[in-house]
């Protein structure tokens, strides 16, 4: 019978460089905490320079900054070379930046859907290209893309957000399918509802939708950056060499709540 040697180093990010959009605030600086916590190095992404500074002297020396906007993707191979230029090779790329129009559907303008499918469909994928770029070449690596409970069920007035989140989805798996075999694994987490600044000022709008996201979490309660951080820094580490192409909901079972 063949046997394995089991270490907790299978968990850890030691020597591995991460780079992560959207890292400033809420979801992204969980997952830049975490990823430090297991021994990685992080640059983190964004466009407000000032929350980015204050997330680095939160995180400590092992993280550093750009300023970057996704959305420009002719830049992507330029934040690609900042990071690798400042910490080392990249080996772990996390799409975590995002952003939303909530209207009703009938209300959209193309410039809406634009403006949500630029941030998380082209900009995700023009980083994945240019991080897989350098991973192809025998280095392997792990890509996560940070979907949503909106990639798995319909959520009313966020149709940009839903689509784009959806289309997640599908980049995992086909990206999975072309790259897994050549050493670099896609994978994605989807977070249920999180306490952070975007889910206080959503509740605040609608006043009903807390209550009715408790009453479908079985777990009770909302996650925190950090679930969403471990999640993330597990699917980038060792111990998920075989795990390639899934969309992990942590969610306290939302997603199959009733």
Known sequence: METYELTPDAFSLKGQVALITGGGTGIGLGIAQAFIAQGARVMISGRREEVLQQA?????????????????????????????????????????????????????????????????????????????????????????????????????????????????????RTLTAEWAGRGVRVNGVAPGWIETEMSRQAFEKVPDRKAKVLGRTPIGGLGQPQDIGWAAAYLASPAAKFVTGVCLPIDGGASIGF
Do not use: C, W
């Open 56 to 172: 680095v002297e939160q995180l400590g020396p092992n993280a550093a900054y750009r300023v970057h906007d996704v959305t420009a993707t002719d830049t992507a191979a330029e934040l690609v070379d900042a990071a690798e230029t400042e910490l080392g090779p990249l080996t772990a790329l996390v799409n975590n930046a995002g952003n939303q129009v909530r209207k009703a559907a009938e209300d959209l303008t193309d410039a809406d859907m634009r403006e949500v499918m630029d941030v998380h469909v082209n900009g995700a994928f023009a980083l994945s290209r240019q991080a897989a770029g350098r991973m192809l070449d025998g280095r392997g690596g792990s890509i996560l893309f940070i979907a949503s409970m909106a990639s798995l069920m319909g959520i009313p007035y966020v149709l940009p957000y839903a689509t784009a989140k959806s289309a997640h989805l599908g980049l995992i």
